[in-house]
């Protein structure tokens, strides 16, 4: 498949997306939204993807929405329409896909960047990165899942007062904070997520997919009901390939080669 503006790649059970549109730090228009969809599609289908890794070209992670190209879009749906119809069915996607995805993020992750980047699993970022809402800039409210993601994950004052102070928040401080799981000086950063992602797209894969499940469900769960999830959850991941593999590599003393499966 080849795409107009984002690169797609798989090698060693490593998907890597790559937003391309680094004049506007790959700022979504249309096209690349349709993209990212069916890229974030393809990684789902594929069995041999086994770890998804999302990142931008040049000095960007993502800005949300091409500023440029709202006036003509907006001229033909509403907004709900349209959130309806682009980052929204990306965001959940993400969400229910039962592989790990990282975020590598390179640069400013801004808007609908953000939501991209908080829809990930884990987040490594470079020391210069930056997160901002951006959304109170332009006079809008929050969209694209950063009004769910980030008061479960710094807080909802931390939460609120960058929604509503539009302030940048730094790596660093990004990292202090737990929204970031690790930061890498610029130039390494690619290398750095290569080496975690290859670890984890060797992990048995369905177990990390009903690991991410599970933990999505019990944030709406009573304990009892997240027991008896975590249970039933057992119940599919012990007649795993890769349960039987673990439990034999263990008793003999070896790694586990596990499969995916
Ligand atoms: C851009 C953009 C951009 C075009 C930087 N578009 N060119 C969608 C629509 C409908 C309903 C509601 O929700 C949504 C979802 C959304 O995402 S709304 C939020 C849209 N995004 C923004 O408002 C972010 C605007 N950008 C920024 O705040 C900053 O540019 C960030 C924090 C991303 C980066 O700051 P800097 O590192 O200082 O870079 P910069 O501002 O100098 O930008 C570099 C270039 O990228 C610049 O172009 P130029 O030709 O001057 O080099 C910017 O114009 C362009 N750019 N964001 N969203």
Known sequence: MTYGTILYDLSDGVATLTLNRPEVLNAFNDEMVREVAEAVKAAE???AVRCL?????GKGFCAGQDLGALRARFERVSFREHLQQTYNPIIARLRALEKPVIGQINGAA???GLGLALACDL???AEGAKFRMAFSGIGLAPDSGT??????LIGYARAYELAATN?????ATAHAWGLVNGLFPAEQLAAGVRAIAVK???APTKALGLTKRAMNRAFQMTLDEALDYEAQLQDI?????????????????????????
């Open 200 to 202: 984890l797209a060797a």
């Open 45 to 47: 289908r594929d069995a």
């Open 123 to 125: 987040r490594y970022a």
């Open 110 to 112: 801004a808007g609908a």
């Open 237 to 261: 991941a012990g007649r795993t390939a890769d349960h039987h593999e673990g439990v034999a590599a263990f008793l003999e003393k070896r790694p586990p080669v596990f499969k995916g499966e």
């Open 167 to 171: 302030a940048p928040l730094t790596a």
């Open 147 to 152: 009004s769910f993601f980030l008061p479960r």
């Open 53 to 57: 890794v999302i990142t931008g070209a």
